[in-house]
């Protein structure tokens, strides 16, 4: 089953989890004065305040603190994805610099 989240700007936004990154780029156009949270820009607040507070009980903290020690969730999610992309990449890379040279 696909995971819906609601936009952290206007919960009237509804979109899949893997679709919210994308759309949080788009619509904080129209919140300008929202404040990201520190440990993962995804979550916004309507003022400083409250992104203090959410602090506290970011889920994100722990994923930041943990960091030299991978978590296996995130990873499995970046992995296919980062790893196609990497490869593309570096095949582009190493086309392009034959040519130039
Ligand atoms: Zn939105
Ligand atoms: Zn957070």
């Given at each position: 089953?696909?995971d819906?989240?609601?936009c952290p700007?206007?919960?009237?936004?509804?979109?899949?989890?893997?679709?919210?990154?994308?759309?949080?780029?788009?619509?904080?156009?129209?919140?300008?004065?929202?404040?990201?949270?520190?440990?993962?820009?995804?979550?916004?607040?309507?003022?400083?305040?409250?992104?203090?507070?959410?602090?506290?009980?970011?889920?994100?903290?722990?994923?930041?603190?943990?960091?030299?020690?991978?978590?296996?969730r995130?990873?499995?999610?970046?992995?296919?994805?980062?790893?196609?992309?990497?490869?593309?990449?570096?095949?582009?890379?190493?086309?392009?610099?034959?040519?130039?040279?």
């Amino acid at each position: 089953m696909d995971d819906f989240v609601s936009c952290p700007f206007n919960p009237l936004h509804r979109m899949l989890k893997v679709n919210l990154q994308h759309h949080i780029i788009k619509c904080m156009k129209n919140y300008p004065d929202y404040v990201p949270c520190i440990y993962n820009a995804m979550h916004r607040f309507p003022n400083k305040e409250k992104m203090i507070e959410h602090i506290a009980t970011c889920p994100s903290q722990k994923l930041a603190i943990s960091d030299g020690n991978t978590p296996r969730r995130a990873n499995t999610a970046a992995a296919p994805n980062s790893l196609h992309e990497g490869r593309k990449f570096h095949t582009d890379e190493e086309n392009w610099n034959v040519e130039y040279v």
